[in-house]
Structure formats: structure tokens, C-alpha cells
């Protein structure tokens, strides 16, 4: 008898675990960051939930952008995350309106007044965790950081958020100008909300009662409290649930009802087949150098010029300074007469 319903969501960035009882109540989860290594992590989180459930018998599906490879490699059922999200707040949540989630790389809203619309922004990461990851790092911090400066914020700049690049260039401008992190860590928040509902909404009002699921709408409060603020959400109109970090995961588990069982022992035993490389996996290009030799003869045949440098404590007469202020770095040069 299958007593436990195993969800496993893959996303961009992180991999959840959530096992549920026969009443649907959460017994265990795991939510971890794979640093783009897919197989170990999955690997990992398998075995760390067997030490607990060695003896017992799990339906189980798969989801994420990449459970369709782990669904490949474990030979387990895969389901959609966008249906997978779904399916958790019928459950759940059933008197949602509207579901924002925000993943590592992909955003999605799902309206569930009357009929079923989906909308998800898979083609690029603008406005999303990463999104925020890299905006972080251009002042110096992660996004646990951003949210602490956000609190202190007194100033909402205009900062883009349908491409990343162009939002490093924004941050960068205001940087020279002198804002404050604060200032830009909350500009930052509400340039996601801005895409959210530019981008995915496109028009269409987000009303009613509205969830807030995934990662960084979990971790990060003044993230949420930016959307609640330019929705002009009221209090009971909110809803947070306790483990929207895990709420695909969670959809991904009650959808495995009726699936067929599989014993943790023979998921792990599964799970070992992930250190051994899948040949279509491992094929490569050609290298454009045999040899480190074949590199060196190459340098050498394709410079055209290269700076003659002097010491400046051995220098006396006129100096040039340049100055190149680029989006992400700076750099400067000084130069004299000859071109040292």
C-alpha cells in the first residue's frame, strides 16, 4: 500500500523534495541550490530523504525546466510545473484568484477566476531570481542582502528589468550618481514587479485574492511587500503559504496519486546511475588547440601590438590618463609622450 507521495521539482537554480502522507500533511522536504550541478544534487537529496524512508513505497512525479532529463535518467513520471503549481493550489489554496510564482529563472502567473489561463516567461530570465542574483552582485551582495537594504529605502529609481544587461547599465548609472544600495535594492524589487505585470499580465488586472509562491517571493519580504504595494492589495487579500518555497514540489506530489508505487530502495538504487556519464551527454567539439604549444605559436603570430611599460617612480615630464567607466568595471591607463 502507497501511504507517501514524493514530489521533486528541478528548477534553474535549486531542487525541492517534499514527501506527504496519506492526508496530505508535509512530512519531509529539502530545498537546495545545485550550483548548475543537476545529477549530484538530485543524487544527494535522494539519499538524504532513503536514510528516513529506506522501507516504504512512494508514488512519485517529476517537474521543473529540468525534470523532463531527471525524468529521463530515473525513469519516474513527469508533469508540467505550471500544472504542477496548479494542482497544489486547488489543494491547498483553493480560494486563490490569482498565483504569481517566481522561479530561478522563469516567472509565471495563473489566473483561477472562472476559466484556467497560464502565462510563464520561458524564453528569458529577465525579472526573475537570477535576475536578482546578478543585480545583487553589482553592489557587492546576495539577495538576502538586497532585502535588508530595501527596508531602508526612501526612493524608487527607474531600473530595467526586460533585459539584464540594460538593467546592469541602469544600476551602474545611478551607482556614479551616487544613490544609495537602499535605494537601489528596492528600485531593483520593483522593477520585477514592473515586469511581472508588464510582461505577463500584459493588461489583464490582477485582482481578487492573490498567492505569492517559489523562491524569492518565499525569502525575500520586500520583494512581496513591493507587488502587494503597487497591486493595492488589501490585508485579507494576500495569501502567503507557509511553504511557498515548495509549492510545485507539493503539486508535483498530490498529482502522483494514482501513479504507480516505487520502494525507496530501488530510487536509490536508480539515483546511482546518475554518476555514470550519458554518452549523447559527453560528446564535444573538436579543440581549437592541440597543445598548450599550438596556443603560445598562435598568440604570438596574431599580436599586432603591445604596450611598452615604465616604471612610474623612474618617470619625469607629462602623464596622460585615460579613463573607460564601463557598465560593470572601470579601468585607467597612464601614458606619456612615447606611448609608455
Not at 517537474?63 to 494542482?87: D, M, N, R, Y
Not at 531602508?152 to 556614479?176: E, P
Amino acid at each position: 500500500m502507497i501511504n507517501l507521495r514524493l514530489g521533486l521539482d528541478v528548477g534553474s537554480t535549486t531542487v525541492k523534495l517534499v514527501i506527504l502522507n496519506s492526508s496530505y500533511d508535509l512530512v519531509y522536504s529539502t530545498y537546495r541550490r545545485h550550483y548548475s550541478d543537476v545529477k549530484n544534487s538530485v543524487k544527494n537529496i535522494i539519499f538524504d530523504a532513503y536514510k528516513r524512508f529506506k522501507n516504504e513505497v512512494v508514488s512519485i512525479m517529476v517537474t521543473g525546466s529540468g525534470g523532463l532529463s531527471v525524468h529521463k535518467w530515473l525513469g519516474i513520471p513527469f508533469i508540467q510545473e505550471v500544472v504542477a503549481s496548479t494542482t497544489g493550489i486547488r489543494k491547498f489554496i483553493p480560494e486563490t484568484d490569482v498565483a504569481i510564482e517566481l522561479g530561478g529563472e522563469d516567472a509565471k502567473i495563473t489566473y483561477l477566476d472562472g476559466n484556467i489561463e497560464q502565462r510563464m516567461n520561458s524564453i528569458c530570465a529577465g525579472g526573475t531570481g537570477a535576475f536578482i542574483d546578478q543585480m545583487a552582485s553589482l553592489i557587492e551582495t546576495d539577495a538576502e542582502g538586497l532585502n535588508e537594504l530595501a527596508k531602508s529605502h526612501k526612493t524608487i529609481y527607474s531600473i530595467a528589468s526586460r533585459c539584464g544587461v540594460f538593467a546592469k547599465t541602469d544600476i551602474q548609472a545611478l551607482i556614479n550618481q551616487g544613490v544609495s544600495k537602499e535605494d537601489i535594492s528596492a528600485s531593483v524589487f520593483q522593477s520585477v514587479v514592473n515586469q511581472t505585470i508588464s510582461n505577463l499580465a500584459c493588461g489583464r488586472p490582477i485582482k481578487g485574492k492573490v498567492a505569492f509562491l517559489g523562491g524569492p517571493l518565499h525569502f525575500l519580504s520586500e520583494l512581496r511587500k513591493r507587488y502587494i504595494e503597487t497591486l493595492k492589495l488589501s490585508e485579507d487579500e494576500v495569501i502567503f503559504p507557509a511553504d511557498s518555497q515548495l509549492f510545485v514540489a507539493i503539486g508535483a506530489a498530490v498529482a502522483s496519486k494514482g501513479e504507480n508505487g516505487i520502494s525507496f530502495e530501488e530510487l536509490k538504487n536508480r539515483s546511482l546511475n546518475l554518476d555514470t556519464p550519458i554518452e549523447s551527454e559527453i560528446r564535444k567539439l573538436p579543440s581549437l588547440f592541440e597543445s598548450e604549444k599550438d596556443l603560445e605559436e598562435f598568440k604570438k603570430e596574431h599580436i599586432t601590438h603591445k604596450m611598452k611599460y615604465k616604471d612610474i617612480r623612474t618617470h619625469e615630464g607629462k602623464c596622460y590618463l585615460g579613463i573607460d567607466a564601463g557598465s560593470t568595471t572601470t579601468k585607467a591607463i597612464l601614458i606619456d609622450d612615447n606611448n609608455n
